[in-house]
């Protein structure tokens, strides 16, 4: 399962990132980290973007972002 799946107000843990090294960096600086865990707050309308929260941090991130995060519930 992917995070770009999960239903808002769901949460799972991240397992896996599949990306290129820059994007996993980038994903990883964002708090997005392997064991952490994620929930989806809610989506905007007509396939926008989702908004995340890891720990006490709101993200914001594009649907084909949040399919390279790979999750575990």
Do not use: Y
């Not at 843990?13 to 990883?28: F, Q």
């Not at 997005?32 to 989506?43: F, S, W």
Request: charged share 25%; glycine share 10%.
């Amino acid at each position: 399962m992917t995070l770009n799946l999960l239903k808002s107000g769901e949460v799972a843990k991240i397992t896996s990132v599949t990306a290129d090294d820059a994007l996993k960096a980038r994903i990883n600086g964002l708090g997005l980290r392997i064991g952490q865990e994620v929930a989806v707050i809610r989506r905007a309308c007509m396939g926008g973007p989702l908004q995340v929260r890891v720990g006490h941090t709101d993200i914001l991130m594009r649907p084909e972002q949040a399919d390279l995060i790979n999750l575990a519930k």
